[in-house]
């Protein structure tokens, strides 16, 4: 007991905690009320979390989101991962769902992204709600541009130039697009492509790319690419494609369970970075929504092409599951 006659009464400790911790009081006006120094302040409320006289928690799902950021991290080797918890009070449908990753996407850009960066941007419907959260607050200069040729079929909304003249514009930098499709007709018009001094300058461009953002598309177990049911692919495409087993899209390329680009026709007409270019980008970021996208995105993993995720909290324990 006698060791006690040196330290702060309880009774002071809890009524400081409740102060700081519960009523908002800062360390100055507690010490003023209390008529104690601010230093004692600061001693007497580490005191309080030490002895439990108050203590924190968080929900459970939130633990788990922490605790699958750290598991997948050291699996895949990731630099960073942002595991997006559910919302606790109303179930999600599959659009809010991808617009809380994408917020959360356009979060993590607006802290790293800087002037000197070239950035690469994909095509895709996350990537259209991503530069929608974008702060136009925080212009940094950076410059952007495209990471493979455009899509006709698809939205114009959610095409890779509309979306690389809205981000450029979002941050106040330059941008470099692509206007040709990215599926030409034959790999010989693909060569002469990139002979052009227009699109060899591009692909020199590719190389200096500091960060990349892309989604991904699912074929494997479901179907649900938006490659695959816009007019972008022909029938006999698509089923000769399928014969490949393709995992997912990325960038116009389609890669197998290991992360390898498929073997079909297809990659030999594609107008995109190329994988091995791609996987040398210092910082490849993946925004990513969709339970089912589990496996399509462990294939862009063994790939290699990402070591930064944004995904949500489903996808994330199907993920680990696998």
């Known amino acids: 007991m006698q060791g006690e006659v040196y330290n702060q009464s309880i009774c002071v400790v809890m009524r400081a905690a409740k102060m700081y911790y519960i009523d908002h009081y800062s360390q100055k006006d507690i010490s003023e009320i209390l008529n104690i120094s601010p230093p004692t302040v600061s001693r007497i409320l580490k005191r309080a979390r030490e002895e439990n006289i108050?203590?924190?928690d968080m929900p459970k799902e939130f633990k788990e989101c922490l605790c699958l950021e750290s598991s997948l991290k050291k699996r895949y080797n990731l630099n960073e991962i942002v595991v997006?918890?559910?919302d606790l009070t109303h179930d999600q449908s599959p659009l809010e769902i991808k617009r809380t990753v994408a917020l959360e996407g356009a979060r993590y850009l607006e802290r790293i992204i800087t002037s000197r960066d070239l950035l690469g941007i994909a095509w895709g419907g996350t990537m259209y709600e991503l530069i929608?959260?974008?702060n136009p607050c925080r212009k940094k200069g950076t410059t952007f541009i495209t990471l493979h040729g455009t899509i006709p079929s698809c939205n114009s909304m959610f095409d890779v130039n509309s979306l690389v003249s809205r981000i450029a514009m979002a941050y106040g930098g330059e941008k470099f697009a692509i206007s040709i499709p990215g599926l030409l007709s034959s790999y010989k018009e693909?060569?002469?492509l990139k002979q052009s001094e227009e699109i060899s300058h591009y692909f020199s461009l590719?190389?200096?790319i500091t960060i990349s953002v892309s989604g991904i598309g699912?074929?494997?177990?479901?179907l649900t690419s938006p490659l695959s049911q816009l007019s972008?692919?022909?029938e006999q495409n698509l089923s000769d494609l399928l014969k490949c087993r393709p995992y997912t899209d990325i960038m116009l390329r389609f890669l197998d369970a290991d992360g390898n680009e498929c073997c079909s026709d297809l990659a030999k007409r594609t107008?995109?970075?190329e994988l091995d270019t791609y996987r040398k980008i210092p910082h490849k970021i993946l925004v990513v929504s969709g339970s089912h996208k589990a496996y399509s995105l462990q294939a862009a993993l063994k790939g290699n092409l990402a070591n930064t995720l944004i995904i949500d909290y489903r996808l994330a324990a199907n993920l680990l599951q696998i």
């Open 232 to 234: 972008y692919l022909s």
């Open 206 to 208: 590719y190389n200096k």
């Open 271 to 273: 107008l995109a970075i």
């Open 190 to 192: 693909l060569e002469s």
């Open 218 to 222: 699912s074929f494997y177990p479901e």
């Open 84 to 86: 997006v918890p559910p």
């Open 132 to 134: 929608k959260y974008l």
């Open 54 to 56: 108050i203590h924190f």
